[in-house]
Every structure is written in C-alpha cells, then in structure tokens.
C-alpha cells in the first residue's frame, strides 16, 4: 500500500516538473526572434552632453547592453548590437547591418537634450513612413517608459531619421529622458536606473510581440 502511495506520489511529482519545464520553455516571449540593439552615437559623436559632463554615447551603450540581456536572458531573443564599445559607427553602416542580417525588430536607444535644463519627458519615435507593426511597437515601449521615468509622456512620435526610415524592418528610436536636465543627469549616473530603464523597453517589446 505505502509503495503504491509513494509510487503514486512520485509519478506526480514528475508530472508537476515536467509541466513546470514546459512552462519555462512557453515563458521566453521572444525566443526565435532577431533583434538590432543600436546604442546611438559613439566615438567622437558624443551626442547630447550634460551639464556636467555626462555623454549621451556612454549612456545609450549602458542601457543598449542592459536591453540586449533582458532580450536574451528573459526573452530567449537573438541579439546583435550595433557597436560594443565606445567607436563611431555611421548610420548607414547600423542600418545595413540590420538589413543585411534581415533583423526582425530594430531598436535605437537615445537620451535627448535640450538648451533648456528644465525640460524632460519621454519620447519614442517610429518611422514616418513606418509600418503599423512599427507605430504599435512605438506605442507599447513608449508607455512602458512613461511607467518607468515618470516624467512628462511626449507622445508617441513618428520622424524621418535615418535608421528609422532605412531600416527594412520594423524599427524605433528611443528617447527615455533628457540628459541635458541636470537632475535627470544625476539619476543617469546610476547603472540601477539605466538597467530599469532598458527593462521596460524589453517589456514593451514583449507587449507589442505578444500580439
Ligand atoms: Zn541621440
């Protein structure tokens, strides 16, 4: 009687490992998916400088490396970056490597600036002549980020940059603050903060690919 219990017992148990197992494999969102993380800027194109010094180059690549591990680790993505490191890589070089390697999402991360210290937000761009699957991937990252920052929402936003509109693949460009405010500056310093920042860029990406 105890052995066909324990029998029993141990049958369900490898049951509720083996569904646990199929569960972890249905819970990366975004396995067989092949990303383009681009950290904006780089090498002598600093992009937006702060106040204090703090380059928007330096800041994109923290938040582009953090984003390429959420996309691989919690995702099971394929990523490929645009640069590792701190070199100039021109527009065209990121768009055709995107192309080239027929991407199926393209991510641009940015900071903005201002000659206003005063002003920030949070902006994400998709393409004036994007797709619809595009603006949606815009709209789903762009309120993730707004959860995240908490700062002032700047819209949803289309624009002719170079790698949105070159780009053969839907693809968008963010803009999760203003680095040219000093306090936002202060807090860009902090890798906890460009590490939640890229988080939620990888939550709005799975929102938008879980359509
Ligand atoms: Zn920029």
Redesign the pocket.
Known sequence: MFTRKFIIVCLTTIMILSAITITGAIAQPLSGIKFIVDA??GGRDP??VGANGLT??QI?LQVAQALRNCLIEYGGATVQMTRVNDTYISLESRVNKANINKADRFISV????SVNPTHNGTAVYSGSKGSSKSHDLRNKVQKRLVEMTGLRDLGANTANFYVLQRTSMPAI?T?ASFITNPKEEAKLRSPAYLWREAYYIYLGIVDHMGN
């Not at 940015?110 to 600036?113: L, M, V, Y």
Request: cysteine-free.
């Open positions: 904006g800027h992009g937006a928007e180059k994109n940015h900071h903005n600036g460009l803009e």
